[in-house]
């Protein structure tokens, strides 16, 4: 079993900048991909970005040049560094692993963002 422990969300201004951490833990033999999304009220969840263990990054379009995946595999770590942020970006952002066959979900952490 592998835990996901978010952390780093919050309330901040538009055009401001928020950094997600996402630490894995637990029974870790080799995650492959890391990843973020996020789901708004009334919306379904949807991928923010992922990166592989090779460090190949996947962005949904909304976010592309705003916000950057990067990964320290020594502590099993996935970072989001957001960006000019919009009231759009509004969600509960939920981090993502994928080990072996299995994938595991982190609780979330709350991104409001005022306009």
């Known amino acids: 079993q592998v835990q996901l422990a978010e952390s780093g969300g919050g309330l901040v201004q538009a055009g401001g900048s928020l950094r997600l951490s996402c630490a894995a833990s637990?029974?870790?033999?080799?995650?492959?991909?890391m990843g973020w999304y996020r789901q708004a009220p009334g919306k379904q969840r949807e991928l923010v970005a992922v990166?592989?263990?090779?460090?190949?990054?996947t962005y949904a379009d909304s976010v592309k040049g705003r916000f950057t995946i990067s990964r320290d595999n020594a502590k099993n770590t996935v970072y989001l560094q957001m960006n000019s942020l919009k009231p759009e970006d509004t969600a509960v952002y939920i981090c993502?692993?994928?080990?072996?066959?299995?994938?595991?979900w982190g609780q979330g952490t709350q991104v409001t963002v005022s306009s």
């Open positions: 637990g029974r870790i033999f080799s995650i492959n991909t």
């Open positions: 990166i592989t263990s090779g460090g190949t990054t």
């Open positions: 993502n692993c994928n080990q072996r066959m299995y994938g595991y």
